[in-house]
């Protein structure tokens, strides 16, 4: 079975702090990806890795960066969190294929900023 | 807004009845997949179906996709209470993006 882990279920910042979350994949995933979801907007990608230290920008990367240093592990940065950074954030990886195979969901992180 | 649409927004059906929701899209896809989500969890992937199928079954669950309205439906039959949850739909259009819809919250009475 495909594993995503992400290291917090909750989380709780002030204002301005550097927040970092992170996720773990166990199946050699090539794709991972970071989306944030509240209510009423569905998921939207914040950032996407197709490989070792690539990385696209989503829809709503501003106030967010990425890493990807190892295949395994997509890290999402906070620079300086605000209050409207407060969200559920859900990391996901999948095969690389064009053809847009099933995406496999970590448990997600609830991210409260004051 | 890119992001999908799916009606309706919050359904509530009897144990033993059949849930339907309905997902619309807006440009061409690949394939769409459903998607299930238990309360403050992570997402978990249900069907997918892809442009040139018209219907696809798994288990109880059965989706339609009509391309020609951007749509597609996912019937859950026999509900159970253990379906209470919130379904999504996402499509993918050929690059790296799926397009999530908004979601459907369903609650099965028992």
């Known amino acids: 079975d495909v594993k995503v882990t992400q290291s917090s279920r909750y989380l709780v910042k002030r204002t301005g702090e550097k927040v970092f979350l992170e996720c773990v994949q166990d199946?050699?995933?090539?794709?991972m990806f970071w989306y944030r979801q509240d209510p009423g907007l569905g998921l939207r990608l914040i950032y996407f890795s197709y490989d070792v230290k690539m990385k696209e920008k989503g829809d709503i990367p501003e106030g967010y960066s990425v890493s990807r240093e190892k295949k395994e592990r997509f890290s999402l940065i906070l620079e300086s969190a605000s209050t409207n950074q407060t969200s559920m954030y859900l990391c996901?990886?999948?095969?690389?294929?064009?053809?847009?195979?099933?995406?496999?969901f970590g448990p997600g992180t609830r991210l409260t900023v004051l | 807004s890119q992001q999908g649409e799916e009606d309706p927004q919050a359904l509530s059906i009897q144990e033993g009845e059949n849930a339907t929701m309905n997902c619309s899209y807006k440009?061409?896809?690949?394939?769409l997949q459903w998607y299930r989500q238990n309360s403050g969890r992570g997402l978990v992937h249900l069907i997918l179906?892809?442009?040139?199928?018209r219907e696809k079954h798994s288990g109880r669950l059965r989706v339609t996709l009509d391309t020609s309205k951007k749509s597609s439906s996912l019937l859950i039959t026999a509900s159970r209470a253990a379906d209470t949850a919130s379904y999504f739909c996402?499509?993918?259009?050929?690059?790296?993006?799926?397009?999530f819809g908004t979601g459907t919250r369903l609650k099965v009475l028992a």
């Open positions: 199946m050699d995933h090539e794709n």
């Open positions: 179906i892809r442009s040139n199928e």
């Open positions: 996901a990886s999948s095969l690389r294929t064009s053809r847009g195979g099933e995406q496999f």
């Open positions: 440009t061409s896809i690949n394939n």
């Open positions: 996402a499509s993918h259009s050929g690059t790296y993006k799926y397009i």
